[in-house]
């Protein structure tokens, strides 16, 4: 019996988060996030929601002074999107822990380094005093996956605008899946 791609659910999602600092607790602008199909970079649900600042500093998050620097010197584009949130953080939090739970039962979680997306979303979480609504053993480390065959992600193309959630989710999308085609293929498995 052959099974519809609409109805299938693809396992994984790419993460990216813009924030206004690097450490805990930290103000977070914008959620990407896109689901995706690890052999082959099939995608298909996509979550993507701008933050009220405010909302993020009345739940306790803080802004990084360098942070803050570092942005003003980015892409014109990137930082005005940044900074263009309407959505209070629990509306945003509630709507992603919607959007995984529609991906998947036990979906796992990719971001590029696990102790930056994934945790200041976990910090946020917590500063709303709502579930997170992923399991620890589910994340992902991007970067791992990169460092092991690093000419790949060197081989490929980056399109969209840096720093912009969701176009940095498709760039991670695409050399994830490339380097893991690449160690199914080339790799014994033992």
């Given at each position: 019996m052959e099974r519809k791609t609409e109805h299938m659910q693809l396992g994984h999602v790419m993460v990216d988060i813009e924030t206004m600092g690097e450490g805990s607790d930290v103000v977070i602008c914008s959620i990407g996030a896109i689901e995706f199909e690890i052999n082959t970079g099939e995608t298909k649900a996509v979550f993507y929601r701008k933050v009220d600042i405010q909302?993020?500093?009345d739940a306790g998050l803080k802004v990084e002074g360098a942070t803050l620097k570092w942005w003003l010197r980015q892409n014109p584009e990137a930082l005005r999107e940044m900074?263009?949130?309407e959505a209070p953080l629990p509306e945003v939090l509630a709507d992603f822990g919607?959007?995984?739970a529609a991906c998947a039962q036990d979906v796992k979680l990719w971001s590029n380094?696990?102790?930056f997306d994934i945790s200041r979303l976990a910090d946020a979480y917590k500063a709303c005093g709502l579930k997170i609504p992923w399991k620890y053993y589910n994340v992902r480390d991007v970067r791992t996956l990169?460092?092991?065959?690093?000419e790949i992600k060197a081989g490929i193309q980056r399109s969209g605008t840096a720093h912009h959630a969701l176009d940095d989710c498709l760039y991670q999308i695409q050399y994830c899946t490339a380097i893991w085609q690449y160690m199914n293929k080339n790799l014994v498995r033992g």
């Open positions: 909302s993020c500093l900074c263009s949130g919607n959007f995984l380094g696990k102790h990169a460092d092991i065959i690093p």
